[in-house]
């Protein structure tokens, strides 16, 4: 098993910044991808920004490309998400996720470790 616990997160004002972060812990050989999802109530788990663990190549929804920024802590299995720019729609329950696959899936159906979610308020 994998376990995620993720921080940070809050209420900030738009076009303030927040970061969250996620360390992965148990059976971490199992991990080849972590993500970070974001759902509102009533909708779907949204994809939002994906890393390929061994090479680190990182992929971005058009909804957050040029505002978040994944990084990667290589000494464990943490991510950190630095979200700038930040709009009152970003607000919303974010998880973050890991998967064994060897690609960055898009699908949340394809992850099978999540955390327990954080919440964003982006106040207008």
């Known amino acids: 098993q994998v376990q995620l616990v993720e921080s940070g997160g809050g209420l900030v004002q738009a076009g303030g910044s927040l970061r969250l972060s996620c360390t992965a812990s148990?059976?971490?050989?199992?991990?080849?991808?972590m993500g970070w999802f974001r759902q509102a109530p009533g909708k779907e788990r949204e994809f939002v920004v994906g890393m390929r663990w061994n090479t680190g190549a990182t992929y971005y929804s058009d909804s957050v490309k040029g505002r978040f920024t994944l990084s990667r802590d290589n000494a464990g299995y943490t991510v950190y998400l630095q979200m700038n720019t930040l709009k009152p729609e970003d607000t919303t329950m974010y998880y973050c996720a890991a998967a064994r696959s060897l690609y960055v899936p898009e699908k949340a159906s394809e992850y099978g470790y999540w955390g327990q979610g954080t919440q964003i308020t982006i106040s207008s």
């Open positions: 148990g059976r971490t050989s199992r991990t080849n991808a």
